[in-house]
């Protein structure tokens, strides 16, 4: 059972979390150790393991929770607005936006494939970061049927998914292309097709 941290705890370890995502963004997961986390963010190897008994493993995880976080986080505060056209295309520029500066390299997904894909706290992590951003899209769109916007016989929840799927193919194939196109044009004809479901019905 894990104990409880106290709040300074808390601000510690979100400390060192935050200290080792920036060490990865930086020079990438292979190359950073232990002590280069505890350089950048003046803990001791105590303090480290304190925190994170299991070592680089424990703490790769966690960065990699931070970094799904973060996923969220940055396309805020519009995806959690979606209640207005205006709103969707903000979105969807936001979106446009993170991706091309994050390019072809992609945190989380180094990180993941480090602590292995089948391990069930990686698997958790993204389960967890899909069925959140799923959650917020479907929000947006039974909004959107309340007030006639999208038709009200869409099953939201079906749509969301897949726009969510669509999106992750486009960034996958950002990462494999270094192109954003695949991305706008999902984005841009969902949208479209949600639009012109409400003025079909």
């Keep these: 059972m894990t104990r409880a941290l106290t709040r300074k705890g808390e601000a510690t370890r979100a400390r060192i979390v935050a200290g080792a995502a920036a060490e990865i963004r930086e020079r990438g997961v292979d190359e950073v150790r232990l002590e280069d986390v505890m350089a950048h963010t003046g803990t001791s190897k105590g303090q480290l393991f304190h925190y994170f008994p299991d070592g680089k493993e424990g703490l790769l995880l966690a960065v990699a929770q931070h970094e799904a976080d ?20 903000a979105w969807r520029d936001r979106l446009i936006e993170r991706y091309l500066a994050q390019g072809v390299k992609c945190p989380l997904n180094g990180l993941l494939g480090q602590t292995g894909r089948r391990a069930p706290g990686a698997q958790a992590i993204v ?75």
């Excluded at 973060?70 to 295309?89: C, G, H, R, Y």
């Excluded at 929000?139 to 079906?158: F, K, N, V, W, Y």
Aim: net charge negative; aromatic share 4%; glycine share 8%.
């Design 70 to 89: 973060q996923v969220l986080i940055d396309q805020e505060p519009m995806l959690s607005n979606l209640t207005s056209w205006p709103a969707w295309l």
């Design 127 to 201: 389960t967890g970061l899909m069925w959140r951003w799923q959650k917020a899209i479907t929000e947006g769109i039974r909004h959107m049927q309340s007030t006639g916007d999208i038709a009200p016989d869409l099953d939201a929840d079906r749509a969301a998914a897949a726009l969510l799927a669509g999106i992750q193919g486009g960034v996958l194939l950002l990462l494999s292309t270094g192109k954003i196109d695949h991305l706008e044009a999902v984005l841009d004809l969902t949208i479209d097709s949600l639009r012109a479901g409400a003025r079909a019905a």
